[in-house]
């Protein structure tokens, strides 16, 4: 990253000796909040911990992992390792992506971009479809961004919209997801009023369903393509209302493990498959589980797995989610801009850093970190290892165990114990 007006030169530590390795552990999700019977950390025995802070109190310190401090909107939005570790590796304070968003919607200013102007062009003659996460966690995305995306486009042009929802049940309660359907589907009607042709098309549960992250199983991400995009999928049903209720129903059924389903009007057709000439638009804000089907829906020469059918579309991201892939290179709000790193001045004063998680953190440690930046500021000071995860079988309503995931493990602590299997 090009910078000028400033020195890259670090001063010496006052007190760390040079020559000597240091470590940086990030313990995801560990952290100080009322001690009370409902915090898990307070209530265990954390004798490491507790000796790290009680032996050496001056070198402890508390720093805020939510809100306006990570960059997010309101002290009220909740702190997510994505905007965690771009705090860590940036050491300063950047706007995030929900914020971003935010200014966008409320100025409008996301009509006006190139994003909007290209998949409008679609409009007249196609459908709009909307891909993701149907929830007001904040973390991925908010239901309140996606109602105004939907009144915004339904006055600029769009008459015929689909959304594809994807259930939560890990950044908010588990069996909310009815709920938000409910108010979708409420905010769907009234467009109808007015004349728009809109629906909800498809579903299923985030970590079943399209939302993987850092290629750890593309078949997540197949089973999205193959609801949201072809039409196809196990469960078919006449709203999503119906297929909600009906899923969670099913013993050991959880909002982010739902099945995929398709929504089907009187003659069992599918109301939403993608089309040559449609516009779609993944509406997550957060990067990291939105690039694997980012990039089936924009590479040609895409090969993790067999598309059947593949739409001449327009296609943009709310933001685009990894800027040095240019992936998406169409999307609705710029990105942050996020430079001068840590991991930057490291390899400018010649320090060699080594960056290693398993696969489900990796790029914590080195996109995120590094300011949404993939790959190496220098190959020759800097090296990532990536320990491949375990794959697990969560046990729900449309998997059998132990068929249900051949040569994966099984996390009993998922389950009520009740229905742990011998």
Request: hydrophobic share 35%; with cysteine; glycine share 10%.
């Amino acid at each position: 990253m090009a910078s000028s007006g400033f020195s890259w030169t670090l001063p010496d530590h006052p007190k760390l000796p040079k020559g000597k390795p240091v470590a940086v552990v990030v313990l995801d999700g560990w952290g100080e909040a009322n001690a009370d019977q409902y915090n898990c950390i307070h209530v265990a025995q954390t004798p490491v911990m507790d000796s790290l802070k009680n032996g050496a109190p001056e070198r402890w310190r508390l720093v805020k992992a939510h809100g306006t401090a990570v960059g997010l909107p309101s002290d009220d939005d909740m702190g997510n390792s994505e905007v965690g570790h771009n705090a860590l590796g940036a050491g300063r304070i950047f706007a995030q992506g929900a914020k971003l968003v935010d200014q966008a919607l409320a100025s409008g200013k996301i009509y006006e971009g190139d994003g909007f102007n290209y998949i409008k062009e679609s409009f007249e003659n196609g459908t709009l479809h909307l891909i993701g996460l149907l929830s007001d966690g904040g973390v991925h995305s908010r239901l309140d961004q996606l109602q105004l995306l939907l009144k915004g486009a339904s006055e600029r042009g769009a008459k015929r919209i689909r959304v594809h929802i994807l259930t939560d049940g890990r950044d908010v309660l588990d069996g909310s997801s009815v709920g938000f359907v409910e108010t979708l589907e409420n905010d769907l009607s009234q467009l109808r009023e007015k004349g728009i042709d809109a629906q909800i098309a498809s579903g299923g549960g985030r970590m079943y369903v399209t939302m993987d992250r850092y290629e750890n199983d593309w078949d997540v991400v197949k089973r999205g393509w193959d609801a949201q995009v072809l039409g196809e999928a196990p469960h078919k049903f006449k709203s999503a209302l119906e297929a909600v209720k009906t899923l969670r129903a099913e013993p050991n059924a959880n909002d982010q493990y739902l099945p995929p389903f398709v929504i089907v009007d009187d003659s069992g057709k599918a109301v939403g498959p993608v089309l040559d000439g449609d516009a779609v638009v993944t509406i997550n804000f957060r990067a990291d589980r939105m690039v694997m089907l980012a990039k089936a829906l924009e590479y040609a020469d895409f090969d993790k797995f067999d598309r059947v059918r593949v739409p001449k579309i327009r296609y943009a991201g709310m933001l685009q989610y990894d800027g040095e892939l240019k992936l998406p290179s169409r999307y609705l709000v710029s990105p942050p801009e996020i430079e001068r790193t840590s991991g930057e001045y490291l390899v400018k004063n010649g320090i060699c850093t080594f960056a290693c998680s398993e696969t489900v953190k990796f790029g914590h440690v080195t996109f995120f970190w590094n300011g949404n930046r993939s790959g190496y500021f220098d190959e020759t000071k800097e090296e990532y290892v990536e320990i491949p995860s375990d794959k697990w079988w969560y046990p729900n309503s449309h998997l059998t165990y132990p068929s249900a995931c051949p040569g994966c493990n099984w996390r009993p602590w998922s389950a009520p114990w009740s229905e742990i299997p011998e």
